[in-house]
């Protein structure tokens, strides 16, 4: 089992850069990779961004360029780093680890960005 714990959610104005941390129970240099996810107000959940082992990130077209995924192993932490938000960023945000052939999701934490 891996547990994944959100953290650095909240309210920021338009505009603005929030940092969300992903703390994981194992060595996220285990995961074969880490995701973000997120799920706007009355939508389904969304694809954000991913890490893989080897360091290669891919970043949805929604939030490339204002989004960046990245690792602090030594903490066993994934972050994702938000800047220039919109009020469409809207959502709570997951974090997922694959580890081998299991996914594993974090509770999430809500980003709200106000116009």
């Known amino acids: 089992q891996v547990q994944l714990v959100e953290s650095g959610g909240g309210l920021v104005q338009a505009g603005g850069s929030l940092r969300l941390s992903c703390a994981a129970s194992?060595?996220?240099?285990?995961?074969?990779?880490m995701h973000w996810y997120r799920q706007p107000p009355g939508k389904q959940r969304e694809y954000v961004a991913t890490?893989?082992?080897?360091?290669?990130?891919n970043i949805a077209d929604s939030v490339k360029g204002r989004f960046t995924i990245f690792r602090d192993s030594a903490k066993n932490t994934v972050y994702l780093q938000m800047n220039s938000l919109k009020p469409e960023d809207t959502a709570v945000y997951y974090c997922?680890?694959?580890?081998?052939?299991?996914?594993?999701w974090g509770q999430g934490t809500q980003v709200t960005v106000s116009s």
């Open positions: 997922m680890a694959t580890f081998l052939a299991n996914n594993y």
């Open positions: 194992r060595s996220v240099l285990e995961a074969n990779a």
């Open positions: 890490l893989t082992r080897g360091g290669i990130t």
